[in-house]
Each structure stands twice: as C-alpha cells, then as structure tokens.
C-alpha cells in the first residue's frame, strides 16, 4: 500500500513542469531610461479680508447723495482689494 502512494505521489511530482525564467532581453533591447520635467502650478492663497464683500448701502431717496457717497466709497475699497489681488497673482508660492 505504501509503495502505490509512494508511486503515486512520484508520478504526480513528476508531472510538474519547473518554473520557466523569462528570458533576459539582448543588448539591442535594453531601455534607457529618459528624464521628464513635470511643471507643477500652485496658486497663492488670498488673503481671506481681500475676498469679504463690500457692504451696499442703501437708503430713501431723500439721503441719495450719502447713499451714493458710501456706494462710491465701497466701490473704491472694492477696487483697493482687486489691485492688491493683481498684485499676488503669479508670484511664487514659498514652502
């Protein structure tokens, strides 16, 4: 009984194939490596003052001329802000 299942485990090993290495390829094959340049944008952050929105104002149509003044003065800051924003706009961001 023993000699059937020695037999048998022989045959069974015997019917592995042995584990095939790839062949290496030939000098005319080999690939050298080349450098890529990746350009990486990071944008500058704004400050968080230079985006709060300006208050409108608004009143009856016997103060026009101060709500307009107030319009006029928001308006100006608003400008302030956007030239400050130019300002930032494409410079490089530091680590």
Do not use: H, W
């Amino acid at each position: 009984m023993r000699a059937l299942l020695l037999i048998a485990v022989l045959l069974t090993l015997a019917a592995c194939k042995p584990a095939v290495k790839p062949d290496l390829p030939g000098a005319d094959k080999i690939v050298t490596p080349t450098i890529v340049t990746v350009e990486r944008f990071v944008y500058v952050r704004v400050k968080p003052y230079l985006t709060k929105p300006e208050p409108v104002a608004e009143g009856p149509i016997a103060q026009c001329f101060d709500v307009a003044a107030k319009r006029r003065a928001a308006l100006q800051r608003a400008n302030a802000k956007l030239t400050q924003i130019s300002t930032i706009q494409g410079t490089e961001v530091q680590p």
